[in-house]
């Protein structure tokens, strides 16, 4: 089956710990997407990537790492976490930029 | 970069009326127009998209009109129905520009609610 898995799917952690949530898709994707989920800001790009070793980052990318070292790997990594780190996450792949994207179920973050 | 702005944040329908959410964009240079539709709980599943080379396209009881000239897509969903309950998005790709890599840019989200 084709699809997006994130992991964690729930974490509650504390300031200052480190952690990677991981994202993997078994459709051969080039393009893979990280964004975070606000009430009422909608879907905020983190980073996104159109390759291997080739990322960029999105419109709220302080705070944030991403690495591409796989075509099916795209983790997001939180090097010091923060309160305002607390949100809804989701990753994304699809063939290009401009084709559809597939969203994972998303991993809710909640750090105190 | 791309601006993508969505109208309205919220809105709400008897059951059987039509919803039209607009969008406007930015960059004239943008070439694919998707719409997402979230439900409560679920994540964003593609519901329809047009590229600039069509005015328009439709599926079953929803449809998309693109306006390249005014820089605006809009979704239109005809007999609505409670299912159709849920968050929807726009979103705009705009090509790669040397400093920075193609791209998807989301509007703000629609809150449709379809009154029974």
């Known amino acids: 089956e084709a699809q997006v898995t994130q992991n964690p799917r729930y974490l509650i952690t504390v300031t200052g710990k480190k952690l990677t949530v991981t994202c993997s898709q078994n459709m051969n994707h080039e393009y893979m997407s990280w964004y975070r989920q606000d009430p009422g800001l909608g879907l905020r790009q983190i980073y996104y990537?159109?390759?291997?070793?080739?990322?960029d980052k999105g419109d709220v990318p302080e705070g944030y790492k991403v690495s591409r070292k796989e075509k099916r790997n795209f983790p997001l990594i939180l090097e010091s976490p923060s309160p305002n780190q607390t949100s809804l996450y989701f990753c994304?792949?699809?063939?290009?930029?401009?084709?559809?994207?597939?969203f994972g179920d998303g991993t809710r973050l909640s750090i105190l | 970069g791309e601006n993508v702005e969505q109208h309205p944040s919220t809105l709400s329908v008897q059951e059987g009326d039509s919803a039209v959410i607009k969008c406007t964009y930015s960059d004239s240079a943008s070439n694919y127009f998707p719409w997402y539709k979230q439900e409560l709980g679920k994540r964003p599943q593609l519901i329809i998209d047009i590229r600039s080379n069509v005015g328009e396209k439709k599926d079953q009881r929803i449809a998309v009109t693109l306006n390249k000239t005014a820089k605006h897509f809009s979704l239109h969903i005809t007999e609505t129905q409670p299912e159709d309950s849920a968050v929807y998005f726009c979103?705009?790709?705009?090509?790669?520009?040397?400093?920075?890599?193609?791209?998807?840019?989301f509007g703000r989200g629609t809150q449709l609610t379809v009154w029974p």
């Open positions: 990537s159109m390759n291997v070793e080739v990322t």
């Open positions: 979103a705009a790709s705009s090509p790669d520009r040397g400093s920075t890599l193609g791209r998807l840019y």
């Open positions: 994304a792949s699809s063939l290009s930029f401009n084709q559809p994207q597939h």
